[in-house]
């Protein structure tokens, strides 16, 4: 897509930290990063979230993505890793090509506390949601 800055760092037309190039998927620097070694990877082809990429090429990001956690694990040693995937600009997605975030973790500052947000919801409500949303 040509005024997407994701396919532009692909291409190489704006230049990038790469980490890892091959046929599909493409990883770089974040270039704010929460923390070093804050990395993205995403596919090659411009696919915008969840809900147009192939399954085939999502399973692969995430495939990559894990390499890419393992590699900064042993080089790093960060306590923990944070890997994150925003769809849509209300959960967090500014560039819309879509990308994972692997995030190292190294201390309590940039824990992630996603429970803190936590809602209460009644028995009734989470069965109501269970009924709604249950495929098989
Ligand atoms: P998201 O908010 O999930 O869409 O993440 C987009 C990420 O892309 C942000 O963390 C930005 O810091 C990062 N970003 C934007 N432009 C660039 C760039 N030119 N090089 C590297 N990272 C970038
Ligand atoms: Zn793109």
Redesign the pocket.
């Known amino acids: 897509m040509s005024d997407c800055?994701f396919c532009k760092?692909v291409s190489g037309d704006?230049p990038?930290y790469k980490i890892y190039d091959d046929d599909r998927v493409f990883a770089?620097?974040?270039?704010?990063p929460l923390s070093k070694g804050?990395t993205?990877v995403l596919p090659k082809e411009h696919f915008e979230n969840v809900f147009d990429i192939p399954e085939d090429l999502y399973a692969y990001m995430f495939e990559v993505a894990k390499n890419i956690s393992a590699n900064i694990k042993e080089k790093y040693q960060p306590e923990g890793i944070f890997i994150n995937q925003?769809n849509g600009e209300m959960a967090?997605?500014?560039?819309l090509h879509i990308?994972i975030?692997v995030k190292p973790i190294y201390n309590e500052s940039q824990k992630h506390k996603e429970e803190d947000k936590g809602m209460q919801l009644s028995t009734e409500e989470m069965e109501k949601i269970c009924n709604d949303l249950k495929i098989a």
């Not at 770089?28 to 704010?32: A, H």
């Open positions: 800055i760092i704006i990038s770089f620097l974040d270039i704010k804050h993205l925003n967090g997605q500014s560039v990308h975030h």
